[in-house]
């Protein structure tokens, strides 16, 4: 006899639900701040109208926006990187995109300490060249190009590079100031020129994580079995990791090393929807693009007119609510 | 049709497969017996296309007349499937494992056309899992499970099939759903290739039986031929014996005293 039937959840009712909480919060991101400002000289504002404009469209717009896309970037790549590796403890950090960034920006703060406007290009070029020395390690050799040898490839390029921060900390100790404010992660002073080279190519990224998403699904069979079903198993998870490395150095980017969203956000998505990755990916995006702007709201007003980064926000909160999630974790994995 | 030309394989430390020569036709099932690590699991990665090093891997494999090689892995799998020994518990549905096997001929999505509902309906049908059609495979027991991958392999509907141990943990009613099923297919003209550990079965189940030891091909011929050679008794020290069993006579193996 069968002992348990599946669940299965209403689609359009979940985009519905999901689209509607995220316009929501993306629009309180716009009306709400550190300083109050009235609902009409708000939208005055947005108009283009009002003492109030510069504030509205120079920084709580681009600001709403750059969390939404940062959120939803870092939980696409850590949703597949979960799905490529088979591990729901991967996230972007592990195939050391944060380790990556970090020491890029730790010699930037170091030998060139006047080269801000270098911040964004050397952090992405940091993420990117760590993701590769870990697919390097990984792709070249049959004993590390496993679902396993990928993660310890990631942790062990990460220690390293954590190794190169904490070595340079110590002998330039005025960096550490300027390398712990990218490293907390936030979104504060994000602007339209920081956001606009990167939200075309993270969109096109989630939209082909989209197209993938089938194909990913079936990595849960096992390689055996979707290799037979026609997945070349090796090339998809190639593909998948430089997408996500790209999606998390392009958030990494503009607003710094924001950690837990990658992990804990695949696991909220798969609690609500099951393991379907047809679903999964633009919920997770949508999900992600939330949290991170409900994080950056209140860090804006709980300590308002002080701020505290969306990124201590989101641990602070995450963890606790990720433990919840395991506590009260239905029977079964995913494989 | 699967053809194996002086197939020889080796690890890094290791020869796995020497000079193997094998023909599996349409319609007829080949067996692969051999004591564990003798190369069998091995030989079916290399003709389904997991393992295909071009550093470690010599000779040919054939699948339909056309050098493997030459197909890419969408093609491939639209005309050889692969029932792997380790099959993972998954949170999906019955229903939906099965369909999985109708991937190679779908878009990215994974969107089933009208047909592939049926045929995914029918095969279910087919393997007697009706009654499991909505329950995620991770709720289902060992043999159950077994039997819902072989379900989705029928439904990948390939020429060329390859069973790597399918009835190793089911009981007797679900072995004989999946050698009925067998049947069926080796019917519908597919070649089949099938491990299996209990000797007798493979008498009973094969056109010919190929035996490996230690990645030597060291016999291949008929059921018959297989009884009446010294290979049970050198390989796996056994001797047939044969006996009447409802009506008929049947051959069967004991350990050698």
Redesign the interface.
Known sequence: ??????S?VNVPILFSFSILIFISVFAASIFIGSVHISFWDVIDGLMGKGDNAVIIRSLRVPRAIGSVICGAALATAGLLLQSATSNELCAPNIIGINSGAGFAVMVLTCFFPNAHYMLSPISFIGALCATAIVMGISVSNKNTFTRSGIVLSGVAVSAFFSAGVSFLSLRFPDALPSYTAFSVGGLSGVYFEDILPVIAPILILILFSF?????L??L??????A??????TKRLRVIVIIIAAALSALSVSFAGLIGFVGLIVPHISRRIA???N?ILIPLSALIGGTLVTLADILGRVVFAPGEIPCGIFLSALGAPFFLFLLISRRG???? | MIECRSLSYSSEKKQILSEINLTAINGEITVLLGPNGSGKTSLL?CI???INSKKNLFGDILIDGINSTKY???????I???L?Q????????VSE?VS??R??YIG???KLSDNDKKTVNNVIDRVSMT??Y???V??LSGGERQLA?FA??VA?NTGNVLLDEPTSSLDEKHRSKIFDTVYELKKENKTIIIILHDITEAVRLADKICVLDNGRSVFYGTPEQFVSSDVPEKIFGVVPYKCLHDGKEKVFFSRKL
């Open positions: 006899m069968a002992t348990n039937k599946s299965k197209l993938i998403s089938q194909k699904n079936l849960y069979l096992g390689d055996e079995s290799m037979s079903l026609g997945v070349n099951g393991h379907d047809r079964g994995s995913r494989t | 990665h389904s296309g997991i890419n892995t969408r093609g491939r799998s639209k050889l499937s692969l792997p380790t099959l993972p518990s998954l949170q999906i549905t494992l999985y096997g991937s190679p990215h999505f994974g009654e499991f909505d329950t995620p991770s709720c991958f989705m392999l990948q």
